[in-house]
């Protein structure tokens, strides 16, 4: 049975003025993911800053989203790391605090060989019980996991179950369907492909437009995967330029933006990220007007 099918938020970590975890805000933030019907939390990725997370404050942050969700929806936790040790140490302490599943990034900047990737990832599901998504980035890792490679992870590795495929490549999605013969929980990385990626089998996305827009994101998925697929169609239309201003900057810079002009009061980031260009979250603010959601 797949971790989830729909719509789950790459969730963003909100921050104090003092750059701390602001702890009430995540459980605010929380809350209103669950009432607006996402299908499932992902917590400690990209979008949530783990880069710039300590390790300490990073199993917080999963301690609390368990917590609070409390079993309502899925919370799956970021652990990957560049480091295998690293990556299998955050793996058992968030499965230890009840994380329901792991994503797992490729090694970045060290750049693997597909063996090495295959060594990584067997190590790291070795050390869990929880079912895993590969996270598939290599605009951002510079390391891409190839189709074939793909496929014998999920062949041979009971509980490394899916994928979530920010390639941008419709071609090598349809090679990964091809090579796992579709058995395998296909999640697109990329908010402007969700529908391009549910046409070739997958069953949902991990996104950053969820942050701000979590029942359309939520409805757009469900309405493709329940059969009305030209409202799904329509929906990932109109979606286009507000994701365009969601990605004018490095995310998750655009995301927080969006998330405080809505009042949200998320805070800023953690260097090396700053804060969004006036021009851009002025583009950003029109999207969202137009948009329907400012």
Known sequence: MALFKGAGVALVTPLKEN???NYDKLAELLEDQIKNQTDSIIITGTTGEASTLTEEEHLEVIRAAVSIVNKRIPVIAGTGSNCTRTAIDLSKKAQEVGADGLLVVTPYYNKA???GLINHYTSIAASVDLPIILYNVPGRTGCKIAADTAAALVRDVENIVGM???VGDISYTLRLMEQTQGEIELYSGEDGQVIPLLACGGIG????LSNVAPRFMHDM??????GNQQEALKMQWKAIPMVDALFSEVNPIPAKAALNLMGWEVGSLRAPLGDMEPENQQKLAKAMKDFGIL
């Open 164 to 166: 979530k495929d920010a």
């Open 19 to 21: 750059l701390e975890v």
């Open 221 to 226: 998925v469900m309405n493709y995967l329940n």
């Open 113 to 115: 060989t597909q063996k």
């Open 205 to 208: 996305v991990i996104s950053v």
